[in-house]
């Protein structure tokens, strides 16, 4: 009886191995040898099934079985495309500083603006100020990269 139905199961595949492959490749807008290597799972799920259960109408299984093959794949398609959405909006809105880097940031930032206040007021110390603080914004880029 399996033998026989292996029999059946490879007849109707090997009609309408052509039909399915091009199902696939129009329905899921899939290359060539995506659609092929779906038709093949698909075979094979049919194979598996052969011991399950009685089938009447091969092809109509094959065709049910293709058609879910198809939607599963959309499926999965959907939910990858939605998690990379997802994990972009999530690494665009994270904030990667801990409290601790950024307290200690705002505290090194504060204590060099203080001491840049106090200095006086020349053109050679307008200079120096410039250059401090340039070393102040390079160094907390470093602790945290500038977004």
Not at 127 to 133: I, Q
Request: glycine share 0%.
């Amino acid at each position: 009886m399996t033998e026989d139905n292996v029999t059946r199961i490879t007849a109707v595949f090997h009609k309408c191995r052509v039909a399915v492959e091009s199902y696939f490749a129009s329905r899921l807008r899939c290359s060539t040898a995506e659609a092929k290597e779906l038709a093949q799972e698909t075979y094979t799920a049919l194979i598996r099934r052969r011991k399950r259960r009685e089938v009447e109408d091969w092809e109509g299984l094959l065709w049910c079985s293709a058609r879910n093959r198809a939607m599963n794949k959309l499926r999965q398609r959907r939910f990858r495309q939605e998690q990379d959405v997802l994990m972009f909006l999530d690494l665009e809105t994270e904030d990667h500083r801990t409290p601790e880097t950024w307290l200690t940031q705002e505290q090194t930032s504060a204590a060099i603006e203080r001491a840049i206040a106090r200095r006086p007021n020349s053109a050679s110390e307008a200079c120096r100020r410039r250059c401090v603080r340039a070393a102040v914004v390079t160094a907390s880029c470093r602790l945290a990269p500038c977004k």
